[in-house]
């Protein structure tokens, strides 16, 4: 099996890119989005991507890691993250989204997929 990750910036992936996405994912390639999605986005993309599910295609595994640390768990910590978000348009973190079967047996041997960054 070949396989394949794919680094897009969260304003590419904004602007509705999602039949892209999901014709790379179906290609066997993992998604690695520079933003945390927010819970719209995330139930839009799992909307579209039902349309697609077949016998071939059995979906996406879709997972948003939170970048905060805990110093951004004080007051002043927590301010400066909404005004960053507001300032650029994203909320810090990446989201990775992958063919489900793929990423299904990632999750059980964490090992086969390592990635430094």
Do not use: C, Q
Not at 75 to 84: A, E, H, M, P, T
């Amino acid at each position: 099996m070949n396989l394949k990750i794919k680094f897009i910036p969260y304003e590419k992936m904004k602007h509705g890119n999602i039949s892209d996405m999901l014709r790379d994912v179906k290609e066997n390639t993992i998604i690695l989005i520079d933003a945390k999605l927010r819970p719209e986005e995330e139930a839009n993309l799992i909307e579209k991507t039902m349309e697609h599910v077949s016998e071939k295609f059995s979906g996406i595994e879709l997972s948003s890691i939170d970048l905060s640390s805990e110093e951004d768990l004080n007051r002043f910590g927590k301010f400066r993250n909404i005004l960053i978000e507001k300032i650029i348009g994203k909320k810090r973190g990446m989201t990775v989204v992958g063919p489900g079967n793929i990423i299904r047996k990632i999750k059980k041997n964490p090992e086969d997929l390592m990635l430094y960054m």
